[in-house]
């Protein structure tokens, strides 16, 4: 064998002082566009961005428009995700629409691949199904949610 071990110990050192620069480098372009996707009114929770568009829309309509840009319909999964909702919807002074609804079953309110959900701000009082009509989830301004008739427009805010 001689001295190839080395050679192949030297090769390797070179290899991982090369990958240890381009994920300096990685770990720079990330963070910038971490503040690209932020600005001006998006917000980072961990791995999750928050991003609205300003648009206004059914529940439907802004479910497709999330997916359709690679993300989905917001659902904060914990008190620091729903604070930063409820900035976002502070910002615009309009409620938006969660990624939540009990359209399979009444009363039990799950995420949009099916699962039930693990966290909820109801407002006291809420959900209440008003009139039996009311399958989708808003958040006011105070960050509390309402059930509401998934067919009333609300601002888009997707996650990514
Ligand atoms: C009813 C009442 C209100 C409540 C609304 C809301 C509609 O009108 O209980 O106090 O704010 O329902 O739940 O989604
Ligand atoms: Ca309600």
């Not at 961005?49 to 802004?62: A, M, N, Q």
């Not at 999964?77 to 609804?101: C, D, M, R, W, Y």
């Not at 693990?118 to 009082?125: D, E, M």
Request: with cysteine; net charge positive.
């Amino acid at each position: 064998k001689g001295d190839s071990g080395l050679s192949e110990v030297n090769l390797m050192k070179k290899q991982v002082s090369d990958l240890e620069g381009q994920l300096r480098a990685l770990q720079a372009s990330f963070s910038k566009y971490q503040k690209v996707a932020a600005f001006p009114g998006g917000r980072i929770v961990g791995n999750k961005v928050f991003v609205t568009s300003g648009y206004e829309g059914t529940f439907d309509d802004l479910k497709q428009k999330c997916l359709q840009a690679g993300g989905q319909l917001a659902a904060p999964k914990n008190a620091v995700e729903n604070t930063a909702v409820q900035q976002i919807v502070v910002q615009h002074n309009k409620s938006v629409f969660l990624g939540v609804t009990d359209i399979q079953t009444e009363g039990k309110f799950r995420y949009l691949n099916g699962d039930a959900i693990v966290y909820s701000n109801w407002l006291q009082g809420e959900p209440n199904n008003e009139k039996g009509r009311e399958n989708c989830v808003e958040v006011y301004v105070n960050g509390k949610w309402n059930d509401r008739a998934c067919g009333e427009k609300r601002l888009i805010l997707c996650e990514f």
